[in-house]
């Protein structure tokens, strides 16, 4: 095992592998830029090394730089986290050519799997359904609408080089086509150098179902269920769960084999994750992989019981899996929930600012997994995720019903987050039944009017909290209101002896 | 004894809250008994007869509300004390919001489009123009129905926190 | 199910139960002394009934005033937590009088249970061992030496009404006894009103194994393991951990049974506990039932996936329970370290004041049980314990080790706690081959000198905090000593900047 | 430059840490790179060369040394600064430590029992009473060999936090 490792990461991500890390007895290097420089993750690492300015472009993904600090500090293994240079096969090439271990798949598999194309080809090589499109990049429109014509719209038109929902495109009928066309080909150029396209079939209201994977430098492969990302709004996932309501043992083997088989294929090794669509039949379509550790990680790491940083680390340092496909034993239902640093009640516009008071409870069954704490500052550099909560129950009503709980015992002030809007979707109809697809927040939830109108016991709260708040912000000036000349009765002082 | 005047934001009626001493207040002449200790400026333990709110109140400068949270619920009301409604009502402010002419930026970041022009009519809810911060593009929407007078920035240019967008008329 | 329970106590155990409650839709109640009144348990409840001065007798231990409570706030159940009122038949009885369902055993099977000899009588009655000894109470010195003799020296001298250590002595022979009789009694009679004792035959370096037990109130009764409570000081337990390393399927198996044979014979309904002491063969032997929740019931509900606090709610609403013996599945090991306030290097001397600052970061598998924020008192009204960290693993050693992250990662200031104390044990060779006994720490550990002399890196670190530390606490004075008149140079001002 | 005298508890050597500046200082003449930001009065972030310590430093009234806290260890040190050894010299403590001549109550309770006569001479180790509070006894014991010059209290008497317990020779 290695005994001292660098994480090429920040924020929620960079503790994380931290935490675990340092529960193996393995020492940490944490890397930082200007804003980062007494951030929590840096805080908890034993060393810490100072890379750049605050954009991620003058930091974070300065492979050099990283590999300096690796070399300075003397760790054998950098992980690389999520995000930044996780997928970038050149940085994987870098580390190996550094002697330096690179805690992910070997840059080949990187490389492969990062191509859609390349990917979709690999899957289809290996019995694996795709959806149906093109084999290949396209740009000449011409080509591409005699290909639409064929596939059948609606159709969707995504950048080869793409990804997170960047570079995409539905088109509903042969009207539309150039137009779009035109804006996935610009958009793509600039945010990926790389203006070539394909096209497949656009599956209406789609699940987004993933199956997480572990293995080892020896071919050894095997899959520990699906995490449930049907819940997002522009492509971004923001409540995960597993097991998905739609998955029976059936389709779970089905699924979680074929996802083996691609990533055996691929000569894959460490992490990974393979993602599909699954439509109302449930059939299901081989997407991507992702060859990297994912976000929602942490609901699978409870419910099977195993630390996927803590694999990742001892498949990197050679070690052979230790369980096989038939060990891996799931109890009970887990959530997670994204807290985001943006107003849900603005048009999830981003919120920064310095986080002036938090105060959680989390209690029995709940995980939190951040990089942020009170007092901390929310910027315009990186991710708005601010926590991801995890709740953990017998059943899927216990977890709903701790995640539910903890959201409404978060407090954050300072900032505008997404609490309120994630407590309304475990809330929806929806939700409650497991019904929900990737469009379901945009097309259907966010059309709905959810203002709450207090009355009751409550009103008489709302209202008199409003009253008390402006009264204890006045400022203390006399008022010569000549009627009410008193201002400053004791009651008053009182009040404000208790607030600091 | 203090007098607020509260409205909630999906009603039209005007409550009155009369603040009598620091355990005794009441809700249109229905009197109750309360208790309340600040944590911070914005967050109170306040209770109200033996029912417990640990609850925190902010100033929404969008909408110039209030936003009470309770439970990660948000209720925005508007809370004006005797002196406002007494200036409200001379400058004829019924609904004692003002009305905000200009738009400034809510972060840094650059403005990917525009899709007015200077003397346009616009509605609520239109997309004014974009802009790209922390690798998402935000639309600038107007609030309500209103008229371009001045647009302030090009296409492609970088802004920082607070800068002038637009001028309405 | 009930729509509203009042929680008559406090702290950790008062916002355990609330946390149950709002996750099954029950509203809470809670009292409150004048220290309580903005304690995290009255933050969280949906209502809160003020009873009285801080010291218990003058609050929580007033029957009178928490039936009131329930009564004026229309609560249908009282959960009496643990301590305080909890294991009080008359409070029970009191509660039913008043038409209140106890969350609890009936009151007839606290009272049988409540005296050791009754309780005794029935183990022996159900063909559970017991340590050998007097079968009923004591009070003649001649009798009592004659009896000391047929059992066998050392024996142990109990207050028959006693509990939690207190008021019980170890005899090595017959010189001691008189002068050990006496001060029992005495004790015994300010502290319990009865001066009773019995004997019986002293366990050497016992370990301290308790089962947990549910019943339903139509006779279904299931046990959920064990937990090993040895490690205590004081009669006090720290540390408690699930599995046992000594307790192997077959003898959990056989004390288990023994358990339920007990509950059952006692007419027992609810959540309880049988504790046992396990000598060096492994004979064990009944020791008594405690009719409430444990403070370390949370290694238990992780180990096995069944929230307590629920299964006690559900039970005395009248359901049944929802599973049966073979359907308990155990996974994994969960440790709980106890935090208390009190001075581990002075004799453990409590800590009072308020906590200044505090800063944790638990992370995966962490849970904790808590009743206190910073900011809060530790006063000397209650419990010095000011929280219970637990940690679960796929093994004893992944737990142990995140268990050692979380206690250094655990900062507390402004009072003394054990945290450093709790860490040290769980480094000692004892624990690490879990072989340790009821008196480990007062007999073998507190001998040891733990002194710890940093040197290298550490040495520097260690001496460059204590100077930092001084230099920013000195009063912003100019001195004149002539000499090195320029102090405030602008690095120092510089450092005092960065300090708050 | 400040400089500063330390001694580990456990040890009997004194070593000098210099403060050059806000970034370098040395312990016994090896210099080093430091950067140090405070979290609070008593938790800091220090960082030695690229070494990392969130630590946090009390005053231990007892001994009168200062408690180094890191990760939950607890290193004892004591620490005079050079005005404080020249004031030491003169007087002609050489430890640096206050020898305490009266011992206070730690905490409010009741004196459970006073094993001790005035006049008596104890040593280090003995249990001088017994304080009974948060429902535990707590021995008060002697931290150094010692003559009882005044017992203030009486058994079962009650007693405040900082009362004065016993005078010492």
């Given at each position: 095992m290695?005994s001292?490792?660098?994480?090429?990461?920040?924020?929620?991500?960079?503790?994380?592998?931290?935490?675990?890390?340092?529960?193996?007895?393995?020492?940490?290097?944490?890397?930082?830029?200007?804003?980062?420089?007494?951030?929590?993750?840096?805080?908890?690492?034993?060393?810490?090394?100072?890379?750049?300015?605050?954009?991620?472009?003058?930091?974070?993904l300065?492979?050099?730089?990283?590999i300096?600090?690796?070399?300075?500090?003397s760790?054998?293994?950098?992980?690389?986290?999520?995000?930044?240079?996780?997928?970038?096969?050149?940085?994987?090439?870098?580390?190996?050519?550094?002697?330096?271990?690179?805690?992910?798949?070997?840059?080949?598999?990187?490389e492969?799997?990062?191509?859609?194309?390349?990917?979709?080809?690999?899957?289809?090589?290996n019995?694996?359904?795709?959806?149906?499109?093109?084999?290949?990049?396209?740009?000449?429109?011409?080509?591409?609408?005699?290909?639409?014509?064929?596939?059948?719209?609606?159709?969707?038109?995504k950048?080869?080089?793409?990804?997170?929902?960047?570079?995409?495109?539905?088109?509903?009928?042969?009207?539309?086509?150039?137009?779009?066309?035109?804006?996935?080909?610009?958009?793509a150029?600039?945010?990926?150098?790389?203006?070539?396209?394909?096209?497949?079939?656009?599956?209406?209201?789609?699940?987004?179902?993933?199956?997480?994977?572990?293995a080892?430098?020896?071919?050894n492969?095997?899959?520990?269920g699906?995490?449930?990302?049907?819940?997002q709004?522009?492509?971004?996932?923001?409540?995960?769960?597993?097991?998905?309501?739609?998955?029976?043992?059936?389709?779970?083997?089905?699924?979680g084999?074929?996802?083996?088989?691609?990533v055996?294929?691929?000569?894959?090794?460490?992490?990974?994750?393979?993602?599909?669509?699954?439509?109302?039949?449930?059939?299901?379509?081989?997407?991507?992989?992702?060859?990297?550790?994912?976000?929602?990680?942490?609901?699978?790491?409870?419910?099977?019981?195993?630390?996927?940083?803590?694999?990742?680390l001892?498949?990197?340092?050679?070690?052979?899996?230790s369980f096989?496909?038939?060990?891996?034993?799931?109890?009970?239902?887990?959530?997670?929930?994204?807290?985001?640093?943006?107003?849900?009640?603005?048009?999830?516009?981003?919120?920064?600012?310095?986080?002036?008071?938090?105060?959680?409870?989390?209690?029995?069954?709940?995980?939190?997994?951040?990089?942020?704490?009170?007092?901390?500052?929310?910027?315009?550099?990186?991710?708005?995720?601010?926590?991801?909560?995890?709740?953990?129950?017998?059943?899927r009503?216990?977890?709903?019903s701790?995640?539910?709980?903890?959201?409404?015992?978060?407090?954050?002030?300072?900032?505008?987050t997404?609490?309120?809007?994630?407590?309304?979707?475990?809330?929806?109809?929806?939700?409650?039944?497991?019904?929900?697809?990737?469009?379901?927040i945009?097309?259907?939830?966010?059309?709905?009017?959810?203002?709450?109108?207090?009355?009751?016991?409550?009103?008489?709260?709302?209202?008199?909290?409003?009253?008390?708040?402006?009264?204890?912000?006045?400022?203390?000036?006399?008022?010569?209101?000549?009627?009410?000349?008193?201002?400053?009765?004791?009651?008053?002082?009182?009040?404000?002896?208790?607030?600091? | 004894?203090?007098?607020y005047?509260?409205k909630?934001?999906s009603?039209?009626?005007?409550?009155?809250?009369?603040?009598?001493?620091?355990?005794n207040?009441?809700?249109?002449?229905?009197?109750?008994?309360?208790?309340?200790?600040?944590?911070?400026?914005?967050?109170?333990?306040?209770?109200?007869?033996?029912?417990?709110?640990?609850?925190?109140?902010?100033?929404?400068?969008?909408?110039?509300?209030?936003?009470?949270?309770?439970?990660?619920k948000?209720?925005?009301v508007?809370?004006?004390?005797?002196?406002?409604?007494?200036?409200?009502?001379?400058?004829?402010?019924?609904?004692?919001?003002?009305?905000?002419?200009?738009?400034?930026?809510?972060?840094?970041?650059?403005?990917?489009?525009?899709?007015?022009?200077?003397?346009?009519?616009?509605?609520?809810?239109?997309?004014?123009?974009?802009?790209?911060?922390?690798?998402?593009?935000?639309?600038?929407?107007?609030?309500r129905?209103?008229?371009?007078?001045?647009?302030?920035v090009?296409?492609?240019?970088?802004?920082?926190?607070?800068?002038?967008?637009?001028?309405?008329?």
């Amino acid at each position: 095992m290695f005994s001292k490792i660098l994480i090429a990461n920040r924020g929620e991500i960079a503790v994380r592998i931290i935490t675990s890390a340092k529960e193996m007895g393995i020492k940490t290097v944490a890397v930082y830029s200007d804003f980062d420089r007494y951030s929590l993750f840096t805080k908890l690492a034993d060393e810490c090394y100072y890379i750049g300015e605050s954009p991620s472009s003058k930091s974070y993904l300065l492979a050099d730089k990283i590999i300096e600090a690796a070399n300075k500090s003397s760790a054998e293994a950098i992980h690389p986290g999520y995000g930044f240079l996780s997928e970038r096969s050149f940085f994987a090439k870098m580390c190996k050519e550094s002697g330096i271990k690179f805690i992910g798949p070997g840059h080949e598999a990187i490389e492969l799997l990062g191509s859609k194309i390349d990917a979709k080809t690999l899957a289809l090589k290996n019995k694996v359904p795709v959806v149906p499109g093109t084999d290949g990049p396209l740009q000449d429109l011409k080509e591409i609408k005699k290909t639409a014509k064929e596939i059948g719209y609606p159709v969707l038109i995504k950048a080869s080089a793409g990804g997170g929902g960047k570079g995409m495109r539905v088109v509903m009928d042969e009207d539309g086509i150039e137009s779009s066309l035109r804006a996935t080909q610009s958009e793509a150029l600039s945010s990926f150098g790389d203006d070539s396209v394909f096209i497949e079939k656009y599956i209406a209201s789609p699940r987004h179902i993933e199956f997480q994977i572990l293995a080892d430098e020896y071919g050894n492969v095997i899959h520990l269920g699906e995490r449930e990302c049907s819940m997002q709004r522009r492509h971004q996932k923001i409540i995960e769960e597993t097991p998905s309501v739609i998955i029976d043992s059936d389709l779970r083997n089905k699924m979680g084999e074929s996802a083996k088989r691609i990533v055996k294929a691929a000569g894959y090794s460490n992490a990974g994750t393979v993602e599909f669509i699954v439509d109302k039949n449930r059939n299901f379509y081989f997407l991507e992989v992702n060859t990297r550790l994912q976000v929602e990680h942490p609901i699978t790491e409870i419910r099977t019981g195993i630390d996927l940083v803590r694999e990742q680390l001892k498949i990197a340092s050679g070690e052979r899996l230790s369980f096989r496909q038939e060990d891996i034993k799931f109890s009970g239902h887990t959530i997670e929930c994204r807290i985001c640093a943006e107003d849900s009640e603005n048009n999830f516009m981003p919120s920064t600012g310095k986080i002036s008071y938090m105060n959680k409870f989390l209690g029995s069954g709940m995980r939190e997994d951040t990089g942020v704490e009170q007092g901390d500052e929310i910027s315009i550099y990186y991710d708005p995720m601010i926590s991801k909560l995890i709740s953990h129950g017998a059943d899927r009503e216990i977890a709903v019903s701790k995640m539910k709980r903890a959201l409404k015992e978060y407090r954050i002030e300072g900032i505008s987050t997404n609490i309120s809007f994630l407590l309304s979707l475990l809330e929806s109809e929806e939700f409650k039944r497991g019904e929900y697809h990737t469009q379901f927040i945009e097309k259907e939830f966010l059309n709905r009017h959810l203002k709450t109108t207090p009355d009751g016991e409550l009103k008489t709260a709302v209202s008199l909290a409003a009253a008390l708040f402006k009264e204890n912000k006045k400022p203390k000036i006399k008022l010569n209101t000549g009627v009410n000349g008193h201002v400053k009765s004791n009651w008053v002082n009182k009040r404000f002896e208790n607030y600091r | 004894m203090k007098k607020y005047f509260i409205k909630q934001e999906s009603s039209d009626k005007t409550d009155e809250v009369k603040i009598h001493s620091d355990k005794n207040a009441s809700l249109n002449e229905r009197e109750f008994q309360y208790e309340c200790k600040f944590i911070n400026e914005n967050t109170m333990i306040l209770r109200i007869n033996n029912e417990n709110y640990f609850l925190s109140v902010s100033e929404n400068e969008e909408s110039n509300l209030l936003d009470i949270n309770i439970e990660s619920k948000i209720y925005k009301v508007s809370c004006r004390s005797e002196l406002e409604m007494m200036i409200d009502k001379m400058s004829g402010n019924k609904t004692g919001s003002k009305i905000r002419k200009e738009i400034h930026s809510p972060m840094p970041g650059i403005i990917k489009s525009i899709n007015v022009k200077e003397g346009e009519r616009i509605n609520k809810g239109d997309v004014i123009m974009v802009l790209e911060a922390m690798k998402m593009e935000n639309e600038i929407k107007a609030s309500r129905e209103c008229v371009i007078k001045k647009l302030n920035v090009d296409v492609m240019s970088s802004v920082e926190k607070n800068e002038l967008l637009i001028i309405l008329e």
